[in-house]
């Protein structure tokens, strides 16, 4: 077992953008390294980023293994899987990082499975044992419970959750290795992209400020005064599942355990009861707001600030005075 | 030409809305609440029920739970299963992902046929969404998660619309597996035909011993399983403020404080 050693962080990319969570969890990483006294390694699957590698290393990596291939450029299950199990098994990594994406979620499982290890879903704290043994903790039974998960075997094999680490300072002055490994491509892995779907999309996981409307919405066209709060707010509008299931708005706004799971700075919710599933997906925003015609509506139990009454006067009220606001109008 | 075959994994969890916690001692009280299909993988019935109506052939559920959950099995035939199989026993108790996928796939050996496997995107009591995948290594199967759409099926490959932040509309060979989310079909409610035809299936059990000519036994149940909880508690709160304006100038309270909490700007 004492073989193993350092901790590697899987670097997720598509388009040849590396998603933030990659540098999150180098800095988590860093921080465990740094106690545990080992390294970090960053891997990083896809094609022509020996550029981008480098941030990895100003991120905290003090090496980057690059897989670099024309077929590696778009996620390929099968082929990431065969070149990290290559990569697991030639380095001997104690701990393996990945990001709780849907990505990182379709991905880990089989490289768990493949290398027969442990694998702790969707994590929101890393914390070490008094013997340097890593404890993962992750929420079950849909956000109500808090579970402490250890691992016996090697590696342990972690997917954490976007946003919960914070990314250190880019160091321009950080050194370290990029490692150019040769890349396993297995033929006619039988699963392919036809292609990416032309729509736009909120990427409400990134959203600072999010307007969400539920239920006490009485028709979709009324999404229309959330939105205008939300853009004068600067932020996006989300929504509870039950407009997503009528086909009010599309899916990408939804929030909750169906949904997305979002840590905005402000989560102004209106109109939503605040069921275990709606919560499970925003009760760590930084400040939340509610506006409920009922006083004794769940969300109030999370909300900092609330307004109890009727949404279709609160927030055309919000709208007036936030736009004589924006004029320079008292009042 | 040979029948088509679907494999539908099922896990019976309780209702999260009645199951009561045990805040002292951080446990969930399986009591509290009758076991019924997993809310995600009742969408993974109804993509094999809609499947099976296009290309015909035979749907099989597959569980591991406790004996008790038969009567989730016998609901799985009312909602389109022709066949349901419990592995149960007490070597497969305290089972993580690794040793519950192994079992499943062991299992999906046993049974010899299947050209498409479907699972519900995670379970509501996990939550991990890797028993899918897991499955599909142990398998040696192309895999799609977090299937929002199929698009099309013929009895060699699937169309899907993979929801991976944004979507993509991939192509997978069969055999496979897909991950289902809710939004891929609205799952029917069982007929009362639907349910007297379950009262009449027999629900298949299997044990340990019945899969060790393709398994190795010492891979399921806890014995097989690598990750350990070594402590859970109920959730609490974070402390919130819990500030509720009243009155003619609530609207103007939010506002001075989004000031103060430098929202507003
Ligand atoms: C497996 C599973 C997954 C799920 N996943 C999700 C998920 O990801 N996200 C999610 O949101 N839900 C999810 N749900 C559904 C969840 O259980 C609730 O049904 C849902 O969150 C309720 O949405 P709501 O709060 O908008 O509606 P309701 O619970 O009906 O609440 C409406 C609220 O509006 C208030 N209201 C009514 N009129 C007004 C008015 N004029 N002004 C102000 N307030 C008013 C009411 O007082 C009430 O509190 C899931 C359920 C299951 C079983």
Known sequence: MSEYKGILVFSEQRDGDIHPISFELLGKAREIADKKKCEVYSVLLGYQMREKAKELIYFGADKVFLYDHPLLKEFDVINYKQNMVNLIREEKPEIVLIGATPLGRSLAPRIAAALKTGLTADCIDLQLDENGELIQVRPAFTGNLIAHIKTSTRPVMTTVRYKVFKARERDLTRKGDIVEKEVEIVEDVGVRVVRKESVEVVNISDAEIIVSGGRGLKKPEDLKILEELANLLGGVVGASRPLVDEGWISKDHQVGFSGNIVRPKLYLACGISGSPQHLAGMRDSEIIVAINIDPSAPIFNVADYGIVGDLYEIIPKLIEKLKNRKRGVKG | ?265
């Open chain 2, 1 to 265: 030409m040979k029948d088509f075959h679907v494999v539908v994994l099922i896990k019976p969890s309780p209702d999260i809305e009645k199951v009561k916690f045990d805040t002292v001692r951080g446990v969930v009280d399986r009591s509290s609440a009758p076991l019924e299909i997993n809310p995600f993988d009742l969408n993974a019935l109804e993509a094999a029920a809609q499947i099976k109506e296009k290309l015909g052939g035979e749907i099989t559920a597959i569980s591991m739970a406790p004996p008790m959950a038969e009567p989730v099995l016998k609901d799985a035939i009312a909602r389109g299963a022709d066949r349901a199989i419990l592995l149960t026993d007490k070597r497969f108790a305290g089972a993580d992902t690794l040793a519950t996928s192994y079992t499943l796939a062991s299992a999906i050996k046993k049974l010899g046929k299947f050209d498409l496997i479907i699972c519900g995107e995670k379970t509501v009591d996990g939550d991990t969404a890797q028993v899918g995948p897991e499955v599909a290594e142990h398998l040696g199967i192309p895999h799609v998660a977090y299937v929002s759409r199929i698009e099309g099926v013929s009895k060699e490959r699937l169309l899907v619309v993979s929801d991976m932040g944004v979507p993509y509309l991939m192509e997978l060979r069969l055999p496979g597996l897909i991950t289902v989310t809710k939004d891929v079909n609205k799952p029917r409610l069982p007929t009362l035909r639907d349910k007297l035809k379950a009262r009449k299936t027999k629900i298949e059990v299997w044990t340990a011993d019945d899969l060790a000519d393709v398994a190795d036994v010492n891979r399921f149940g806890f014995s097989g399983s690598p990750t350990r909880v070594v402590k859970a508690f109920v959730l609490t709160e974070k402390k919130r403020k819990g500030v509720i304006f009243k009155g003619e100038d609530a609207v103007d309270k939010l506002i001075e404080v989004l000031e103060r909490e430098g929202i507003l700007r």
